[in-house]
């Protein structure tokens, strides 16, 4: 299975980006992964949040494969703990998914647009994160479901 994680706008922040390249190294032994970043535009004087969104919409679009499964990572989607995702992720091998495709917004989440094409919509908690914290605790979150699925001692309950 491939796992695919698009994210709008890039991580300025060295520590971040640490956390990101291990967990990449990590799920590399369990699935094909691949992350992409799509570019954004700062809200300035002149360009309105949905001009900010449309622009964002069409750079996600670019990347979409339209045979993944879409998922969106959003503060309004459905919460679920570890075991919980590890097995959607175990279900969506089960049922022979070729590749899963994650979403993570920028900082004024998504356009209706790009809502409407997800098929599931998953909150990581009842907090608010920042686009780029989400980006490690996500890869964490899927790293720890694999480890659950492959019956390893990484996971703890």
């Known amino acids: 299975m491939k796992v695919t994680l698009i994210v709008v706008g890039k991580s300025d922040l060295g520590a971040i980006s ?6 990449e190294k990590r ?28 622009y964002e919409s069409k750079e996600l679009q670019k990347h979409l494969n339209p045979k993944a499964v879409l998922i969106l990572l959003d503060d309004k989607g459905l919460q679920k703990n570890s075991l919980e995702f590890s097995s959607f992720i175990g279900d969506m091998q089960q049922r022979a998914i070729s590749e899963l ?17 997800c098929s599931h919509k998953f909150s990581l908690s009842a907090m608010t994160f920042t ?22 001692p990484y996971h703890h309950e």
């Not at 640490?18 to 967990?23: G, K």
């Not at 495709?101 to 094409?117: E, K, Q, T, V, W």
């Open 18 to 23: 640490a956390l990101i390249r291990e967990y």
């Open 27 to 54: 799920l590399k032994h369990y699935c094909k992964f691949e992350l992409l970043t799509v570019k954004t535009i700062t809200k300035t004087k002149g360009v309105s949040v949905k001009e900010i969104l449309e």
């Open 101 to 117: 495709c994650f979403l993570i917004g920028g900082a004024y989440g998504f356009s209706d647009h790009i809502r409407s094409m």
């Open 131 to 152: 686009h780029q914290m989400v980006r490690p605790i996500f890869l964490e979150q899927l790293y720890r479901a694999f480890t659950i699925l492959h019956n390893e």
